[in-house]
DNA sequence: CAGTGTCCTAATGTTAACATTAAGACAATC
DNA sequence: GATTGTCTTAATGTTAACATTAGGACACTG
């Protein structure tokens, strides 16, 4: 790294990524449940942009996978059905893999010091919302540690929809969801730091498997198969 | 399926799509070459259509990781460096090992059909950029055929950006590429046909391998781990 | 002469008005 | 009575004018 690489690169964005940030919060806090159309005029009064902007930050939550758009019937939030649920596990799985394979062998020790900070956040979140922030954070500094651009550019795609997933889901088991997961992710930084690839692997895939497990119980997803 | 399910949902398309098609052809073909900027002016005065299209359809292609787009600086044709084409490499790689799993699982005849049409395909190319085409549908259609729809969306995110690294290098060795690539494909086919996963996993991995150590030739990317 | 500040220009970002479309209600028809 | 056709309406798709910005040329200053 050269000189100075703690200043952030004070990037200006245009109105459309203020408004995507903003809906995207608007659907996580449950303004917008599952199914609910969102509307280019209503959105932009609200929030008093053009419909512009609001159209350009549609198509970047739909990038996101929070949102389907279809011609001239507009943007609704998306609901996930039990085989989407499958399909997030198992491409979150494979994609995790090869971030983890990248962490184990090129990571720098300040990438992993950054990404034991966000598991050590876990244990001051009570909230199960913050619970699942910090859980979507940890995974983040995992791909971030990875230094692969279009690994990050591909978790991203589907990050949010898992974000979405725990939120919809954890009321389903609370206790058992905030129970060991600081725990777990705990030993996933160990495993991390130990530079051990295959011990990482083993420890990554129970980890997405006791989280989806957890979470959907009582419903038929569990029974699909996962590879690995 | 239900009745005729021969018939394509007839989907309407906006002015935006027909945007993003008729550019990335033009990049395909050379006409904007990697660096090269794509104004909005231009673009709408050219195609006969306003900015607002134009706009949306550039968006569309930076999705694709065609084009790179900044604040007020307009979008560019992207350059693949050495380290880009690793990603892609290892990325294509995660991808496809869980689209194979996934064809082997539970894919129908009728698709592993169509699959082997693709492949049939190829050797009645001549023309290389025929043959990139039909290389990149033949992937297309194990995407496809793994019935895995964020799997494909995945594969799309980086497919244009595979076609175009195919399309630069392609003349850096025309005949190594030309040479076993239809040979491999079939072998493809039939492995995928036998349900052996190991076997296709395999046999896939040698075949990223073979078009990447042909294509990367001269270059020092060859030099860079690549996880399997 | 290096560095800074000011202007200009050509592009993108944004807005509001206009055109087109999809979905539902309802009447007409077989 | 089920189907088809038309109309209405409320939304999105599209356009063109306006506002803002990044980059470069050039003069100014230490």
Chains 1, 2 share one sequence.
Not at 6 to 11: C, D, E, T
Not at 26 to 47: K, N, W
Not at 61 to 84: K, M, N
Request: glycine share 6%; net charge negative; hydrophobic share 45%.
């Amino acid at each position: 790294m050269s000189e100075q690489s703690m200043v952030s690169p004070a990037r200006r964005r245009g109105l459309a990524d203020e408004v995507a940030d903003r809906i995207r919060e608007a659907i996580f806090t449950g303004a917008y449940p599952p199914g609910a159309q969102l509307r280019e005029v209503e959105l932009s009064g609200v929030m008093d942009v053009s419909r512009g902007p609001v159209r350009e930050g549609l198509r970047i939550l739909e990038r996101e996978g929070l949102v389907r758009c279809a011609w001239h019937r507009g943007a609704t939030v998306i609901t996930l059905s039990a085989a989407d649920v499958t399909e997030l596990h198992t491409l979150r799985g494979a994609l995790e893999d090869l971030a983890v394979r990248h962490v184990v062998d090129r990571a720098s020790d300040s990438d992993l010091d950054s990404l034991a900070k966000t598991a050590a956040a876990m244990e001051r979140a009570d909230d199960p919302h913050e619970m699942v922030r910090c859980d979507i954070a940890f995974h983040d500094a995992v791909f971030a540690a990875a230094g692969h651009q279009r690994l990050a550019e591909a978790w991203d795609a589907i990050r949010c929809q898992v974000h979405l997933f725990l939120l919809t889901r954890i009321n389903v088991s609370v206790e058992g969801y905030l129970g060991g997961i600081p725990r777990e992710h705990q030993e996933l930084v160990t495993a991390l730091r130990t530079r051990d690839a295959d011990a990482a692997l083993a420890l990554f895939a129970v980890h997405r498997h006791n989280a989806f497990d957890i979470l959907t119980a009582g419903t038929d997803e569990a029974s699909a198969p996962t590879h690995r």
